[in-house]
């Protein structure tokens, strides 16, 4: 079976389940993304995490995968995109687009930014200063301009990722050919993961309004107003990779997964939807 065509509301359900989920079991999922979002900052380490990601999702799916079968999972599961060769592969060649995108990007913003600009922007660990606001101000239009032209881009390099990768770590796809599958399956499902953007969207708003005034009160603490608002920006980010891999397995179950294959306590929520071949 190659792909369901699924409607478009799925997308909404994508974030309202995987929510649901994460409330009711949260470990060691919570762990693993704050895994994640700790390499997002540290210095070194966030090269690592940007170049290997997607094997670092393939771990978390096939936690999640587990968890739905009735298995017992744990942290180490973090890392079973690294146990196999093939899914190893597999995997970095389904986030080649994403890094490659990154490369281009950062090209792109070179062109438009100062060197000093890039660098206190690239700095881990540490919120924007008043001198990268500064010196944003006076480069914004600039910027939103290369930033907007991007932004489709960088989203179809999201949706491909967002659907190869439980290819590649369930279905034991190959790269190449679980990115060709994704590509199908976001023509086909486009209003879905449309949907799904904009509430991962509108949830992201939801938490940085939510945390405004905590970080707000946090800036006036002193001399630890910085770790503080790098505790914070951590936490949001853990809950946003949270709930981006859980509705990642739940697409998969949605749009590739049969119902033969199905774990019983799933199949009841499966769509009947058109099915490709």
Not at 10 to 39: D, H, K, T
Not at 206 to 233: C, E, H, N, R, W
Request: with cysteine; glycine share 6%; proline share 5%.
């Amino acid at each position: 079976m190659s792909h369901r065509k699924i409607p478009a509301t799925r997308g909404f359900y994508w974030c309202v389940e995987a929510w649901r989920n994460f409330r009711a079991s949260p470990q060691p999922i919570f762990s693993m993304a704050m895994w994640l979002s700790l390499g997002s900052f540290l210095p070194v380490l966030n090269l690592l995490v940007v170049v290997l990601l997607t094997v670092f999702y393939g771990g978390v799916i096939s936690a999640l995968h587990k968890r739905a079968l009735g298995e017992r999972i744990w942290l180490g599961d973090f890392f079973n995109g690294f146990k196999s060769t093939p899914r190893f592969l597999g995997l970095f060649m389904a986030g080649l687009p994403t890094v490659l995108l990154m490369i281009f990007i950062g090209l792109a913003l070179s062109s438009v930014l100062s060197p000093e600009t890039l660098e206190i922007l690239t700095k881990s660990g540490q919120p924007p200063s008043k001198e990268a606001m500064a010196a944003l101000e006076t480069m914004a239009p600039a910027f939103v301009g290369v930033m907007l032209k991007l932004l489709p881009i960088g989203i179809v390099a999201g949706w491909i990722v967002f659907l190869a990768v439980p290819r590649v770590m369930l279905d034991k796809r190959m790269g190449l050919m679980a990115l060709w599958d994704a590509l199908r399956a976001l023509f086909a499902n486009i209003g879905a993961l449309l949907l799904f953007s904009a509430t991962m969207f509108a949830a992201i708003i939801f938490f940085l309004v939510l945390m405004s005034i905590p970080i707000a009160l946090i800036s006036g603490s002193g001399a630890l107003a910085g770790v503080l608002q790098t505790f914070m920006i951590v936490f949001i980010s853990t809950m946003y990779w949270a709930l981006y891999l859980h509705a990642m397995y739940i697409a998969w179950r949605d749009i590739f997964m049969s119902e033969v294959q199905a774990p019983h306590a799933e199949a009841a929520h499966l769509p009947s939807a058109q099915i490709e071949v």
